[in-house]
């Protein structure tokens, strides 16, 4: 596949010479195209975007393309000679003998969190066996040499079920390579006789295709010939994954290290990073939020994952009645010149910050309290092991807002880990009591919905709805370095576009039901509402984008209920989220596999939670149902599908059916009256069971 550019072409779109089956040349070279490949011409300046499976987007002057998919291409063990040298620059395995590693860790991760299993099983490694890995990307390495691992060495398939039982964007290449019976392996046979290999998979029960790629890894292995230790591990996103995590990694460490000829013990407890103290940094380099280079410095770029857009919000309401238990905010999000474009079924990950009380409670906890400003610089004692998850140089305060998820609720594993830096016995004792036993762990930390501070504050005897300060919280001397390694980053939270890109290009809508539920009273945590992060920042600048005043973001005296209440810094790093009286949220639109049929004749039934279901015209004329006078909706917090109806609906007379109650409010009610004619299904209704 070649796409043919001018040579003015943005520095940044280098980066798709990682992606093996894009070839880009200049303006004045000669086109060409593969054997039997279909050149198609595109207007000058018209925006290309090659969807799912393709793994290449651009936006700007295109003069030609190809429209072959990888699938399509002649499969071959190399990349083809006549691409650039820096398309056949993917790192081999040979480098395991090389930097003397005895574990290579591969992970198959869509938002993160497999790499985050995937780091946390060498650290682990490194520590408790002393056991050197090499933590890899599959999208960056070869597979030839992979049966020619040393048999005194392992491989991990930390590997995640993504879409319909599909496999990451990264992971593609490995699974087509341990498929295709063709592909040749180093020795030149489609064999792995000797590997020594373990597999953890992510998934969720609620899906069809439960943890379907950790179980293909694992048989296709099998039939290759390697050999499995420990059992498969599955996660379950639905229940408990930390739990599940756990669980299997007791069971497969004895059988690795047996396997490995190493013992218990012969690691030490070495810190990943090194964090130090800057008071000579010039503030303007200095990141206080940024999420990348290119904010700090305000230049242009692709805005992607690694460089979200802040985007205006144009419109923001409230969807529920007034008065209402619940809320369900919309926000209209403008995209025009960002270079963003989305398709049906597309995911928009918006990047949320931490809410200040839970800030607050960590730097009392960890002595920082009047250090929240300090610059801070950190450093990887092992860049191979451990990279630095944020940009640097950053400040403390800042890292517990913008960068590390301080919000979950906290694991058994980094309960046990801080233990030792308990301020007092009785604290400790306390403490590795929750980390040791997983049903007083589960009564206490999981049913009380507790994160790290609270913890914290638990076993200390402190106050926990009060609003925390130094002088009611104890102060813990843990290292800040064992914080940023042990504490997850800070991830996008993703909602289903409720807008139609056919009928709103240039903007993307949320439509989100706020998360708000109690805790059980339980282990002397008393109940309390827990309020979920990003649909609660939602609903926060849904209040500052109107000008209202509200609980939520309103400044009041100090009082346990307050402390309780999520409280946003909004106005994001510089108060670059706020321009005039135009508040911004970062985003980046992340891909789906999901895709309407072709056929506009093809009638499509949308049965789901708290959805619509419609035979509609699809593919033709999809304006945005939040847009058009008689569409009714019910957002889910699991499941938003973009259900649409064209105009032609109304003739045509059809149906869909919306939740209904005597109680329970129905979503754009004044719209519908007078418009189709509605068929209720009761979801929800507070004298009958669902």
């Known amino acids: ?24 040349v200049t303006g004045r070279s000669r086109p060409e195209t593969f054997s039997g490949g279909r050149t198609v011409r595109v207007p000058f300046a018209q925006i290309l975007f090659i969807s799912p499976n393709t793994c290449f987007s651009y936006v700007g002057p295109i003069l030609a393309a190809t429209r072959e998919r990888p699938s399509q291409l002649k499969k071959s063990n190399t990349i083809p000679p006549s691409f650039p040298p820096i398309l056949q620059d993917r790192m081999k395995l040979t480098q395991i003998d090389e930097q003397k590693k005895r574990l290579v860790i591969f992970y198959g991760s869509q938002t993160g969190t497999a790499e985050e299993y995937a780091i946390r099983i060498a650290k682990e490694a490194k520590s408790r066996f002393g056991i050197a890995s090499l933590v890899c990307d599959p999208e960056e390495y070869e597979f030839e040499n992979l049966d020619a691992i040393p048999e005194d060495c392992a491989v991990i398939f930390v590997m995640a079920t993504y879409g319909e039982g599909e496999p990451t964007d990264n992971a593609v290449q490995l699974m087509q390579n341990i498929d295709d019976s063709s592909f040749e392996f180093s020795k030149g046979e489609h064999r792995l006789d000797g590997l020594k290999y373990v597999v953890f998979g992510l998934g969720n029960r609620t899906y069809e295709h439960y943890n379907l790629i950790a179980r293909k890894v694992d048989a296709k292995l099998t039939e290759l010939g390697a050999t499995r230790l420990g059992p498969r591990g599955e996660g379950d996103d639905d229940k408990a994954m930390e739990e599940d995590y756990l669980e299997w990694k007791e069971k497969m460490w004895p059988e690795l290290a047996a396997a490995l000829n190493v013992e218990e013990g012969q690691g030490g407890d070495t810190p990943d990073f090194a964090v130090t103290e800057d008071t000579s940094c010039p503030q303007e380099k200095v990141y206080l939020g940024e999420l990348s280079a290119r904010a700090l410095t305000k230049t242009r770029g692709i805005h992607d994952a690694k460089n979200p857009f802040p985007a205006p919000i144009t419109r923001a309401r409230e969807l529920f009645a007034h008065g209402h238990e619940r809320n369900c905010v919309h926000v209209e999000l403008k995209i025009e010149g960002s270079g963003i474009n989305y398709q049906h079924g597309d995911h928009v990950g918006v990047w949320p910050t931490n809410p200040e009380v839970e800030v607050d409670r960590l730097l009392a906890a960890l002595g920082l309290w009047d250090k929240r400003n300090t610059v801070i610089n950190i450093v990887s004692l092992d860049p191979a092991l451990a990279k630095v998850p944020f940009p640097v140089p950053t400040t403390y305060g800042t890292v517990l807002r913008h960068y590390i998820d301080i919000s979950v609720v906290a694991s058994r594993q980094l309960l046990g880990i801080v233990s030792k830096f308990a301020p ?63 504490i997850p980053r800070l991830q996008p939270r993703y909602y289903s576009i409720s807008s139609s890109p056919k009928y709103a290009p240039g903007s993307i809508h949320i439509t ?156 754009w009610l004044p719209q519908l009256e007078g418009g189709l004619p509605l068929q209720g299904g009761m979801a929800r209704a507070p004298s009958r069971p669902r």
């Not at 609906?649 to 939740?659: I, L, Q, S």
């Open 512 to 667: 989100a039901v706020v998360l708000k539920y109690q805790s059980k009273e339980v282990g002397g945590s008393p109940m309390r509402w827990v309020y979920g992060v990003g649909s609660n920042l939602l609903h926060n600048l849904r209040y500052a984008a109107n000008g209202h005043t509200a609980p939520l973001i309103a400044e009041g005296p100090a009082s346990p209920e307050l402390a309780a209440v999520p409280h946003y810094h909004i106005l994001g790093p510089r108060e670059a989220y706020l321009e005039e009286t135009i508040y911004k949220v970062p985003i980046h639109v992340r891909r789906s596999t999901f895709r309407l049929p072709t056929n506009p004749r093809c009638p499509v039934i949308m049965i789901g939670p708290g959805t619509v279901s419609i035979p509609a015209d699809p593919m033709s004329t999809l304006p945005s149902f939040l847009n058009l006078p008689f569409t009714g909706y019910c957002p889910f917090p699991r499941f938003r599908p973009r259900a649409c109806i064209s105009r032609q609906a109304r003739k045509n007379g059809r149906k869909r059916a919306c939740r209904l109650g005597n109680d329970v409010p129905i979503l």
């Open 1 to 24: 596949m070649r796409t043919v550019i001018p040579q003015t072409v943005e520095k940044s779109l280098a980066l798709a010479f990682l992606l093996r089956f894009i070839h880009i």
């Open 424 to 486: 007092n016995e009785d604290a400790q004792k306390n403490l590795q009591t929750l980390a040791t036993d997983k049903e007083k762990y589960y009564e206490v930390v999981a049913e009380g919905c507790l994160r790290f501070g609270q913890v914290l504050q638990l076993v200390c005897g402190n106050n926990i709805t009060a609003i925390p300060s130094p002088d009611n919280t104890t102060a813990w001397s843990i290292p800040f370095e064992t914080i940023v390694s042990c």
